[in-house]
């Protein structure tokens, strides 16, 4: 049964960067031709894409964060990683990975606070 | 960018009715391109319709998608008290890909 687990700091200081990790267990992030991608979702509001990325390492981006998002691939350790620099208040969400459509992580809450 | 806007913001319903969930873009895309998600507080959204019309793997056959062009709609028939929770549209044909900002199914 593949999965995915976000992991990384729940606290980011404003102007700094969130670093999370999505790691996917029960299957090689290798197989298929799957878009694995970022969406968040700030408390009592909606969900928000952020982008994505493929294996082959192409990636596509929101225009609203790209000047500030880095989504990357690490095959060898069947992980895929979000980097948001200069965060600020606005960034505190619950951060999704997902694998296509269906199958998405638990979700891991970050605040950007002092 | 395309937006969606769904409506209404919430819907107050009984179990046993019928919900019916609209979602409308703000361009037309092709339609096989979008997707119902249902999510409830502390979980991650499930996948309920994919390709406008198509159920995904395990869902109830209560809900049902429909629409074409601009003008999408997800219907729950005889609610069931699980049923209760926020609904967001999403389009995966063009970037951005976006979401609706959900309607709310409420008690």
């Known amino acids: 049964q593949v999965q995915l687990q976000e992991s990384g700091p729940g606290l980011v200081k404003p102007s700094e960067t969130l670093s999370l990790t999505c790691t996917v267990s029960g299957d090689s992030i290798n197989i298929g031709s799957y878009h694995w991608s970022w969406i968040r979702q700030p408390a009592g509001k909606g969900l928000e894409w952020i982008g994505r990325v493929q294996t082959s390492g192409d990636t596509i981006y929101n225009p609203s964060l790209k000047s500030r998002v880095t989504i990357s691939v690490d095959t060898s350790k069947s992980q895929f990683s979000l980097k948001l620099s200069s965060v600020t208040a606005a960034d505190t969400a619950v951060y999704y990975c997902?694998?296509?459509?269906?199958?998405w992580g638990q979700g891991t809450m970050v605040t950007v606070s002092s | 960018e395309i937006v969606l806007t769904q409506s209404p913001g919430t819907l107050s319903l009984s179990p046993g009715e019928r919900a019916t969930l609209s979602c409308r873009a703000s361009q037309s895309f092709y339609s096989s391109n979008l997707a119902w998600f249902q999510v409830k507080p502390g979980q991650a959204p499930r996948l309920l319709i994919y390709a406008a019309s198509s159920r995904a793997t395990g869902i109830p056959d209560r809900f049902s998608g429909s629409g074409s062009g601009t003008d999408f709609t997800l219907t729950i028939t005889k609610l069931e008290p699980e049923d209760f929770a926020v609904y967001y549209c999403h389009q995966y044909n063009i970037s951005p890909l976006t979401f609706g900002g959900g309607t709310k199914v409420e008690i």
């Open positions: 997902a694998r296509g459509l269906r199958l």
